[in-house]
């Protein structure tokens, strides 16, 4: 599509919105054929206005019909399913995360991380949590005229964490007239119901217009218990009794007159004990040893897929000056719940010193008892709110100065985003201690704390010994129990982007290639967050994961120039041949400055043929959190050297010793249990933290791609492009194995200052906080064909065939001896070698269809945590050892929409996502997920219905 530039004043707009109007394979033959050529664009990547800027980089392009003609109803579900996306971020199959970020949806562009993937919203940044996290969630999808995604690094043209490419999303302007839609979908099982109502209106006059869009949506969440793969376990329907959790809703306690402190040694086991069906909880021969059968399957009460509620309202409005001066301003309000729910707590008295006191009238010896409880009546839920308001206003206009046009603007962005994240279902340790201690039964036969001469007031007991759904005394059943042992917690959180930013793109000179374009702008911009925790959530007095509070803030001033350098043209073998250089210096208060810089190429030696380049080195700051950020904890997986059993054991060795670890330790999981596979979960907290010291993490990307639009093909273009990023001091966490390796192996005593061991051995404290110890690259190609046949009598045919092929994903770790070794991942779970879209859209009259296959190949994982027969491929050298491995075949997911014009004015559409109900490969560990699953696979066949109504 070619616009004439009276038609379009596309020299108004302002400078960083991107104006591609065409798709990113522009093709090369419309030109040759005389077509009118494009004046005064910018495009995502660049900030000068020209005709082909839009070929000079690897850009993709969907366009709002492209939006209608798939069955998502949110951005980032979108972008998801592009072939170079990565595997999702915090995606909404993890019910078990934790903390700010969770609740919103993200986009990670080669799987180098969602927060180096920078996000624009008309060419501003979208504001971040204090992760550097950037919720495409707040942008309604009926205010998108189209998604523009750069697949190049870009840290000299927008600065911090455009690593990995920049998302632009562009909002429809000058609306004249209105649209109401409505969205209806569910899954094939009845579930995950969707609902979306949009309604968009706008007036366009002669010299300005407004558009106000407003929607609501809400998608119910999907139970992990109405899946094939995630309902029996984590190991799907391979799960056996024995892999389920050992701490069940029944209640099991160990007996101290034979077992002393019922801490395993080397000598006993002790043995946990389950009250009879129907039997007296005093008694403590009505007691039997629990069996795997009356384990707990967590999956029973937890969510496959999390909701989500929005509600947005976006408004543009633009006013013409005069011919040369107008000014643009976006506001957006959005606010978003989402709703998580995972098991009952499993309690563990030991854990948290609060055994059933000696004179608990539930006590069946009359001696403190430890115990063990699931909180089966108390599913776990957070609910997490999010209210964005946003503004970003420009002034922009253009000149004529010694017959050279001038494009100007001067804009300013304001973004704040106040959280809300109310979680219940995490016991109260504080009325724990209370309602364990002594108590009574008063005369109306409720379990009182304290005695019946000096009763605690408003206090009530708890009895872990009785079975869940079983009623009496002290049942957690009991709603007056349940209120007083689970308070709700509140965390709240603000984050503030703002930003003042004044932009000078033109022509310098006419050389004989052409005009010399320019841009040069400068940027001050501020970033605060902060993200308080509940108070019962810094003190530790409850029974979920401590954190404290996150607060900071940082300013910087920026500075760039880009050149677009003609060189040659109309000359054989050069069409074309432009040189492009960019450089962006920034200064940060919290760190010093940093430059960057960007070069490309692009030769056209043919009309039907471009060659194109960029080298660009690339940053990302420390985010607030990185810096700022409080204390978290969490259950981490690890394997401890001190152990038997272990590969690479130092059992015995002079620092295993020196911890008080015996030669003949095992190490011990939940619920004190031995461990029999590894990494194995730690029954205890660790800390986490950040690094007020930490430097922004470097990078440099390459890409070297063609675009062949071939004369004898009309409506072919073929695009393949190569690219590869290397990314240095990657801000990551210092792993526990990397602590522990760094202690009892290389012996390296400062190491181990942070690890805490209890008398048994294991391990009970670890400190471990943010470093730039990352290192990594990844290369790749990128293979691009569309062709839009001749029409025919059926119809107009046209296909759209995307492909990714990674060739390379190497991390660079640490072997046990502390050598450093490189790890590939391609092939690993999520980092797919090879993800291709194929679709194919047919028109005919008022009638329409498109068909998407979307193809993953296989991926393989180390088995070494499963039975018996599950490893089918040779080991592999991975971490520095041989392991054994799984695989799983490739999967393919098919999606097909028809859709009607009807004569007043109306579009019906209906369609299936994954139409044959494909069911994904079992994937044991769980990538981007909380079950035996690939986080980004389809769940199942979703049905929907769109109707749209143009006045």
Known sequence: MNFRTPAVRLGLLPAGIAIALTPAFASAQDAAAGATTLDRLEVTGSRIRGANMETQQPILTLTRENLEKQGYTSVADVLQNMTSAGSPAISRSEALASGENVGGYYIDIRNLGANRTLVLMNGKRLGATTGGYQDLSQIPMSAIERIEVLKDGASAIYGSDAIAGVVNVITRKRFDGAEAQVYLGQYGEGDGETNQYSFTMGSEGERGGITLSAEYSKQDPVMAKDRWFSRDGGKGPNTTPADLSPIGPNGVWCDPRVFGDCKPTKDKTPIWQTLNPGGDPTNPNDYHPITPAEYANANQQMMLQTGIERKSVYVNGNYDFTDNVSLNADILYNERTTDQQIAGYPYQSQSFGTPLSADSAFNPIGQDVEFRRRLWEMPRTTESKLKTLRFAPTISGFFEFADKSFDWNVGALFNRNESTKTNHGDMSLIAARQALGPSFIDANGVARCGTAAKPIEGCYAWNPLLPAGVAGPGSLDNKDLQNFLFPSFTTTGVTKT?????????????????????????????????????????????????????????????????????????????????????????????????????????????????????????????????????????????????????????????????????????????????????????????????????????????????????????????????????????????????????????????????????????????????????????????????????????????????????????????????????????????????????????????????????????????????????????????????EPLRSTGSNTFHDLQVNYKAPWNATIALGANNVFNHRGSLQYSAPNSDFAYYGGFDIGRFIYMKYTQRF
């Open 498 to 882: 703002t930003s003042f930013t004044a932009d000078l793109a033109g022509s310098i000179m006419t050389l004989p290639a052409g005009d010399l374009g320019f841009a040069i702008g400068v940027e001050h911009r501020e970033e605060e967050g902060r993200f308080v925790p509940d108070a019962f959530m810094q003190s530790g007095e409850y029974t979920g994961l401590g954190q404290t509070t996150t607060n900071g803030k940082y300013e910087l001033d920026e500075v760039y120039l880009e050149l677009n350098i003609p060189v040659l043209a109309d000359m054989a073998f050069a069409k074309e041949l432009t040189v492009n250089v960019a450089g962006r210096y920034s200064d940060y208060s919290n760190f010093g400055g940093t430059m960057n810089g960007k070069f490309g190429v692009t030769w056209r030696p043919l009309d039907e043929l471009l060659v194109r380049g960029t080298y660009a080195q690339g940053f990302r700051a420390p985010s607030v959190d990185n810096m700022y950020g409080g204390l978290g904890s969490s259950f981490e997986k690890y394997t401890d050297p001190c152990s038997v059993g272990v590969a690479g054991s130092v059992a015995g060795n002079a620092a295993c010793t020196a911890a008080g670890v015996a030669p003949d330790y095992k190490q011990l999981g939940q619920g004190l249990i031995p461990c029999t596979t590894w990494p194995c979960a730690t029954p205890d907290q660790f800390i986490s933290g950040s690094n007020p010291n930490l430097k922004p993490e470097t990078s440099t990307s390459k890409t070297v791609g063609l675009v062949w639009s071939p004369r004898w093909v009309q409506g072919l273009d073929i695009s393949l492009d190569w690219y590869n990023y290397q990314i240095n001091d990657m801000i990551i966490s210092d792993s526990v194995d990397r602590i522990l390796r760094d202690c009892y192996v290389l012996g390296n005593s400062s190491r181990c200052a942070g690890i805490v061991r209890a008398a048994d051995g294991h391990i009970t404290e670890m400190f471990y906080g943010l470093a730039n110890l990352g290192q990594m690259e990844t290369e790749g190609y990128d293979l691009g064909v569309k062709y839009r046949l001749p029409e025919l009598a059926i119809g107009q045919i046209s296909l759209d065939w995307q492909t990714t092929y990674t060739a390379k994903y190497d991390e660079v770790g640490q072997n046990k001896a502390g050598d450093k070794i490189i790890i590939g991942n391609v092939g690993s779970p999520g980092i797919f070698r090879v993800r291709s879209n194929l679709g194919v859209n047919w028109e005919y009259g008022s009638f329409g269809a498109t068909y998407t296959a979307r193809y993953y190949s296989g991926m393989k994982e180390g088995c070494v945590s499963l039975a018996d027969g599950w490893c089918d491929l040779s080991d592999r050298y991975a971490n520095g050892e041989w």
